[in-house]
């Protein structure tokens, strides 16, 4: 299993936006996106922890994030809305630094749209952990660590 090196807390990579995937790049992006899903099933093995990645997160700096539980998902240049008034406070990990767990405010329900592989738009609800989990990825594609 081909796997790449996650970038650690400091790593300047981790502070820049990433770059919007246009519909012609999918095709070339393709062998980066499976390395993200076998990286994810590489951390959890190792760390017992892992659901999803962001591309930033193995300094690939497009806005892809891939979904790694009960099934693969690719998020193709996602996009939060319908951020819930009401937040939660969480104990928030994070691939890049394992060590570390930063006490973070998050929206309960949000929206999340996105394209996946075949460029068809997606509309997810979300709420609690998983609009938790999509809220910590979206913000590496903004240069953002918890």
């Known amino acids: 299993m081909a796997v790449n090196d996650i970038l650690l807390l400091g790593n300047p990579l981790l502070y ?3 770059e919007p995937v246009q519909q012609e790049e999918i095709h070339s992006l393709l062998p980066k996106i499976d390395l993200m899903f076998e990286t994810v099933l590489d951390f959890r ?3 017992g922890v892992g659901r999803a990645i962001a591309a930033p997160q193995i300094g690939l ?19 939060l809305s319908d951020l819930s008034p009401e937040m939660f406070e969480v104990w928030d990990d994070c691939m890049s630094f394992p ?48």
């Open 16 to 18: 820049e936006k990433s």
């Open 45 to 47: 093995k190792k760390y």
């Open 61 to 79: 700096m497009k806005r892809i994030i891939c979904l790694n539980t009960d099934k693969r998902v690719a998020l193709i240049n996602p996009e």
């Open 99 to 146: 060590n570390l767990l930063v006490k973070v405010m998050r929206h309960k329900k949000l929206t999340l749209t996105f394209f996946d592989l075949n460029w068809e738009r997606q509309t997810w609800h979300l709420e609690n952990d998983m609009a938790e989990l999509f809220q910590h990825e979206y913000d590496h594609l903004d240069g953002i660590l918890a």
